[in-house]
Antibody, heavy 120, light 111 residues
Framework: QVQLQESGPGLVEPSQTLSLTCTVS??????????WTWIRQRPGKGLEWIGY???????YYTPSLKSQVTMSVDTSKNQFSLKLTSVTAADTAVYYC????????????WGQGSLVTVSS | QSALTQPASVSGSPGQSITISCTGT?????????VSWYQQHPGKAPKLIIY???QRPSGVSHRFSGSKSVNTASLTISGLQAEDEADYYC???????????FGGGTKLTVL
């Protein structure tokens, strides 16, 4: 059974960088059949797709966040990561990592979510 | 404003059926059969319940079904149960740079 687990600071100061890591267990991040994605949910709001990284390192970011986002992958640790720069209160959200099918684009496994609050 | 439009809330009594709509455009739902639905209970991660418009993952109840007509996808839950009370989100693959778009979510209340 594939499991994903987010980790990282729960509090980030405004204008700083938000950093999260997702550890994948029960399956290889290098399988090639999946994209590894980040999705966020602002308090009381809906889901927002941030982007994905493939095991090769290729990435795709949603246009509205492209200038802030960097994703990376460490296949040796079966982990992938998210960095969001110059954060503001609007970036306060629960951040989920998820596995996306490359061919049919659904998210079948999700982490439990990591609440990140941007505040001084 | 979300790219896909869902009703903010729906309700139904136990045993009844309800349908949640998800309206997009010819650039997303209208062009692709990559529509998925997610159930989210409070404080929990979303759970995949429908993919490719109408496919159910293993372990998901047959009471959940999906369909699509032109630019609108629908999720139907039959035989409502108390445990179905949750938020439901649709998602579609989209042409262009956005790539994946979600609906704003629908809160289902089981009366």
């Amino acid at each position: 059974q594939v499991q994903l687990q987010e980790s990282g600071p729960g509090l980030v100061e405004p204008s700083q960088t938000l950093s999260l890591t997702c550890t994948v267990s029960g399956g290889s991040i290098s399988s090639g059949a999946h994209y590894w994605t980040w999705i966020r949910q602002r308090p009381g709001k809906g889901l927002e797709w941030i982007g994905y990284i493939y095991y090769s390192g290729s990435t795709y970011y949603t246009p509205s966040l492209k200038s802030q986002v960097t994703m990376s992958v460490d296949t040796s640790k079966n982990q992938f990561s998210l960095k969001l720069t110059s954060v503001t209160a609007a970036d306060t959200a629960v951040y989920y990592c998820a596995r996306e099918s490359r061919t049919t684009n659904y998210f079948d496994y999700w982490g439990q979510g990591s609440l990140v609050t941007v505040s001084s | 404003q979300s790219a896909l439009t869902q009703p903010a809330s729906v309700s139904g009594s136990p045993g009844q059926s309800i349908t949640i709509s998800c309206t997009g455009t010819s650039s997303d739902i209208g062009s692709y059969n990559f529509v998925s639905w997610y159930q989210q209970h409070p404080g929990k991660a979303p759970k995949l319940i429908i993919y490719e418009v109408s496919q159910r993952p293993s372990g998901v109840s047959h009471r959940f079904s999906g369909s699509k007509s032109v630019n609108t996808a629908s999720l139907t839950i039959s035989g409502l149960q108390a445990e179905d009370e949750a938020d439901y989100y649709c998602c579609s693959y989209a042409a262009g740079s956005t790539r994946q778009v979600f609906g704003g979510g629908t809160k289902l209340t089981v009366l």
